[in-house]
């Protein structure tokens, strides 16, 4: 079987996903290509030795720069902040190497146009990590739409709410600071929602928005991984938004309202999308991720009601490589699903999806809302070049 030689950027929390999702998929999917974990980059080096280690990375960097120009890497995952992704990438296409990076696509959405410019330039594959496509459940939301069985969607009601901040005494990390992150709640998790959005109903024309910072001064960081950190000595002040909420119009005349707060006391991961239309409605929410309600008004009177329907049978998405029906399936799965369709675009030479042009999509998106708060009014959503 010929080979796509991996190097990660990034160790900590999407690294351990992304190692993992290397790891797992040529064991369970019939992979056109066999993904050789080659290296993992990161800046401490301690730290990335203990993951190369764990992980089974054949080598690791300290420097990414040396990463994209090794001549035995065919492709790098951009598993860093959202500070790094244009440099990295444009340097990656540069160096001829497909690229599968996390979300949120760049910093900027002229970032992001530099970006989709290189790798289109370059001709190499490109896969954006919005690893909710790749629920089952979701993928299985897409098909009854399309099929027509909730008929004409009015209303798309989407919510992401966590809580890991809502104690003042949670240190500053990375997340937090406009320099690093760019954007708190709102490019963090309304990224995710936009993109399900789009995926499920199509492109937005306006929004208009809020945001608020609930607590504005930190204790300073001492050490962070992922959503846990312990403090340091003083204090910082926070730079970005603890909450985001928007309103928005779609192309369709759909009507969406979208809410991103990590202040939603008792909710850890409730990533949450209503979808309703003329024949019927259907509901996910990831903490429930292998399943997905349905209404239909097509029903006989007597006997209609949400239905629950448990998404693990094998003609649905993904799942025929899983276990038997009724076997659930994880988050880490998600992961998975996005490497296997890396490996099938890159042995095929398609275009990944979502790409660089649907990850540039949710960043204009993004930062219309951004331009809404500062104006106080409705404003247009660009459209693209």
């Not at 998106?365 to 404003?379: P, Q, Y």
Request: include cysteine; aromatic fraction near 10%; glycine fraction near 8%.
């Amino acid at each position: 079987m010929e080979e796509a030689r991996i190097g990660l950027v990034g160790y900590k929390f999407m690294g351990k996903a992304h190692s993992n999702a290397y790891l797992t998929a040529p064991k369970f999917f019939d992979c056109p290509l066999k993904p050789v974990m080659k290296a993992i980059c990161g800046r401490e080096e301690a730290g990335v030795k203990a993951a190369a280690d764990n992980f089974g990375w054949e080598s690791y960097e300290t420097d990414w720069k040396k990463l994209v120009e090794r001549d035995d890497v065919d492709a790098i995952d951009i598993s860093a902040p959202s500070i790094v992704h244009r440099d990295i990438a444009v340097a990656a296409a540069e160096n001829g190497k497909h690229i599968f990076c996390e979300k949120p696509l760049a910093f900027t959405a002229a970032e992001g146009e530099e970006m989709l410019a290189a790798v289109e330039k370059a001709g190499v594959r490109h896969m954006m990590g919005f690893n909710y496509r790749r629920v089952p459940a979701l993928g299985l939301a897409k098909r009854l739409i399309e099929e027509g069985r909730i008929g004409r969607v009015f209303h798309v009601r989407c919510t992401y709410l966590q809580d890991w901040l809502v104690d003042p005494g949670f240190p500053m990390n990375w997340r937090l600071r406009k320099a690093v992150a760019g954007s708190g709640a709102h490019g963090d998790l309304n990224a995710h929602l936009i993109d399900t959005a789009h995926f499920l109903v199509g492109p937005m024309t306006q929004v208009v928005g809020m945001s608020e910072t609930f607590i504005k001064e930190r204790p300073a960081e001492g050490s962070s991984d992922g959503l846990t950190a312990t403090a340091g000595e003083g204090t910082e002040k926070v730079e970005l938004d603890d909450a985001t909420l928007f309103l928005t119009r779609f192309e369709s005349g759909a009507l969406g309202s979208f809410e991103a707060t990590r202040f939603a006391t008792g909710r850890k991961n409730h990533n949450r999308i209503e979808i309703n239309g003329s024949d019927g409605s259907l509901v996910f929410c990831f903490e429930r991720m292998n399943e997905l309600e349905y209404f239909s008004r097509n029903d006989d009177d007597h006997a209609r009601g949400f239905r629950t329907i448990l998404a693990t049978e094998s003609n649905h998405p993904y799942m025929s490589a899983w276990w038997p029906p009724g076997h659930i399936i994880g988050y880490e799965h998600t992961f998975v699903h996005e490497v296997y369709d890396l490996l099938c675009c890159i042995a095929k030479e398609k275009d990944c999806s979502p790409n660089f042009r649907d990850g540039l999509a949710v960043q204009y998106v993004l930062e219309a809302v951004d331009r809404s708060i500062d104006e106080g009014k409705w404003v247009d959503v660009p459209k693209g070049k």
